[in-house]
């Protein structure tokens, strides 16, 4: 049989092409809405942390954080940590880039600097330190206030009283708690 105007379906020939049309653009529309739908912005600007968990261990942190740019943040922390006779404590600045555009809530890679001090048994100590980290955060409820986050990296300490030697030492933030406002 041969194909010819008259024979051929004009209802079918413009569902294959439907269909067709259809098959060319959907891979287009699904990509653009993985990519812009990665992680949406928020409107809140800052967050407060802590880890209440970890104060049955001597050990407390607070932390606030505020949006720079809709990719990035920057603030300041402080923790204190006790064992057997000695306290250790830090105060820090630090800055956080949020590669998927959404400052406050997805991953992020970051760095920090402070200073940090050891103290015991009459003496103490204090030195400067920077520092890079990684993590994670999420805003959860119908407002996206509740604030979690994690995160691991590194810190070297130097200068103060160490003179000229220097210490790299991991950092953990197992889970901090907050509120954005």
């Given at each position: ?42 409107a809140l600007n800052q967050v407060i942390s802590s880890n209440p968990l970890a ?19 920057f603030g300041l922390s402080a923790s204190s940590l006790g064992f057997n006779d000695a306290t250790y404590r830090n105060a820090q600045v630090f ?87």
């Amino acid at each position: 049989m041969q194909f010819t105007h008259e024979n051929i379906n004009p209802p079918r020939t413009s569902r294959i092409s439907a269909l067709a049309a259809l098959l060319l653009i959907a891979p287009a529309a699904l990509a653009a809405q993985e990519a812009a739908g990665t992680k949406a912005p928020v409107a809140l600007n800052q967050v407060i942390s802590s880890n209440p968990l970890a104060l049955m261990f001597k050990y407390g942190n607070v932390e606030f954080e505020r949006k720079h740019t809709g990719s990035s943040t920057f603030g300041l922390s402080a923790s204190s940590l006790g064992f057997n006779d000695a306290t250790y404590r830090n105060a820090q600045v630090f800055y956080r880039y949020y590669p998927q555009g959404a400052a406050l809530t997805s991953f992020y890679i970051g760095g920090r600097g402070g200073v940090h001090r050891v103290s015991g048994e009459g003496q103490s100590a204090h030195a400067f330190g920077f520092g890079v980290e990684l993590g994670y955060a999420w805003l959860l409820g119908a407002q996206r206030n509740f604030a979690i986050s994690l995160g691991v990296g590194a810190t070297r300490l130097f200068g103060g009283d160490l003179k000229d030697f220097s210490v790299v030492f991991p950092t953990v933030r197992l889970i901090n708690l907050g509120w954005s406002f």
